[in-house]
């Protein structure tokens, strides 16, 4: 067995676990046997398996780590669902319910785009009611003011939803989104892709029959899509394995996933925690339990997903940036506003500045890039000299690709 070129053992690992690292190493794919196997891991056997990750990642991604300039907007808190896992949502009749106007967000979007951002993530509530049309009227108006705006937006709850509330089939509605101006799919409301799980944390919600639909009638039009998975609730690590299984044959089928992004549970609001909704609810994933995450997906997932995200906003930027040695090649966007995670308590999600995940994809020993949705490359940045200016308000600048200039194909 060869890691990074070199010839190494890994007798002081247990024979079944170094067997499985082995076959990860020689590119086979590994069984959901194998991977529920390698959740067990402990000890030396977990950095083990980190360092195969982050051999794989190398292999797989380079040594380049990206990130997006992206804004947050969550026009709505307002949600017919009463998921028990979300500290966002609030009921039409509450005080503290919201429904941003059609100009405000739209205003946003426009000051995203001159601080530099390329990508604005549109997701939110379910407010009663919703005229059948108002995903498509969001979608016209933002992209009458700004172009060349990516619109990464509507989860697959809200596209059917959506579709619904016009009385379209979904593929249908997506057809209509397309064309007027969406982008991408957020790949969201996965949480674990499993029906009694999901009964027990939300019932109600999306099936993962409709998920499924939602995501495979977007890629079958050429709409490409985020994957996700929320951990650290009720579910087992079996249930992981199980879920990148299902992920990965989906994307054998469509190839049309841009990337994994695990998102460990932030449990301090979450009402299923802190009103007792669920009985078994844990408070969230273990440090050991996030980085065996990240391993596992670039194990399992990353053959045919080359990107792996680690979430500053879930985990904060020290453990996202340790990620990056176990299987990650991505960190995510600035965001400039998040709504649904710090709802939940989480410790971060409002902003990080690009220098500021520039500084630590540098720590960790890789180069920064910063990317588009797509994952094309819009620069690199070798070099610290490299680096683009901030204004003196604090605000980005400088950060679009000349017209001129075409993105480098990742």
């Given at each position: 067995m060869e890691l990074n070129g070199s010839p190494i053992t890994?007798?002081?690992?247990?024979?079944?676990?170094?067997r499985i690292l082995g076959r990860a190493l020689e590119g086979s794919e590994l069984t959901v046997d194998e991977g529920i196997r390698l959740t067990e891991v402990q000890g030396r056997e977990l950095h083990a398996l980190s360092l195969v990750a982050d051999e794989m990642r190398r292999r797989q991604a380079g040594d380049v780590v990206t990130y997006v300039v992206n804004r947050n907007i969550n026009f709505t808190n307002v949600c017919i669902k009463h998921c028990t896992f979300c500290a966002f949502s609030r009921d039409h009749r509450e005080e503290e319910g919201y429904f941003l106007p059609l100009d405000e967000v739209v205003r946003r979007a426009v000051e995203a785009w001159d601080m530099g951002a390329t990508e604005v993530c549109i997701q939110a509530g379910l407010p009663p009611k919703l005229d059948g049309s108002y995903y498509v009227d969001l979608?016209?108006?933002i992209k009458a003011a700004v172009p060349e705006m990516h619109l990464h937006a509507f989860s697959p709850e809200e596209v059917l939803y959506g579709?619904?509330?016009?009385?379209?089939?979904?593929?249908?509605?997506l057809k209509t989104l397309r064309a007027a101006g969406l982008g991408t799919l957020p790949g969201t409301s996965a949480e674990i892709l499993d029906q009694?799980?999901?009964d027990r944390i939300a019932r109600g919600r999306i099936t993962v029959d409709q998920w499924i639909e939602v995501i495979t009638s977007a890629h079958a039009l050429g709409i490409r899509t985020t994957s996700t998975i929320m951990y650290g609730h009720v579910e087992t690590p079996a249930h992981w394995i199980r879920h990148m299984d299902l992920l990965r044959g989906i994307q054998r089928q469509t190839g049309g996933f841009t990337e994994f992004v695990p998102l460990s549970l932030i449990h301090h609001e979450a009402p299923m925690y802190r009103r007792g909704l669920v009985p078994g609810v844990?408070?969230?994933?273990?440090?050991?339990e996030v980085i065996k995450m990240h391993a596992l997906a670039r194990l399992i997932l990353g053959p045919s997903f080359r990107n792996i995200q680690s979430s500053w906003v879930k985990e904060g930027p020290k453990m996202a940036q340790y990620l990056l040695t176990a299987g990650a090649?991505?960190?995510?966007?600035t965001l400039i506003n998040e709504s649904i995670s710090t709802s939940a308590g989480a410790g971060f999600g409002q902003l990080v500045p690009p220098a500021?995940?520039?500084?630590l994809i540098r720590e960790a020993g890789r180069v920064p890039?910063?990317?588009?949705?797509?994952?094309?490359?819009?620069?690199?940045y070798a070099a610290v000299g490299d680096d683009e200016a901030l204004s003196t308000s604090g605000q980005f600048r400088f950060l679009h690709p000349s017209k001129t200039e075409a993105p480098t194909r990742s």
């Open positions: 890994l007798d002081w690992i247990d024979k079944d676990v170094r979608c016209r108006a579709s619904t509330r016009a009385d379209l089939s979904i593929p249908e509605f009694e799980v999901r844990r408070e969230g994933a273990t440090g050991v090649n991505d960190v995510g966007g500021e995940l520039r500084r890039a910063r990317r588009d949705t797509l994952y094309n490359l819009l620069k690199v």
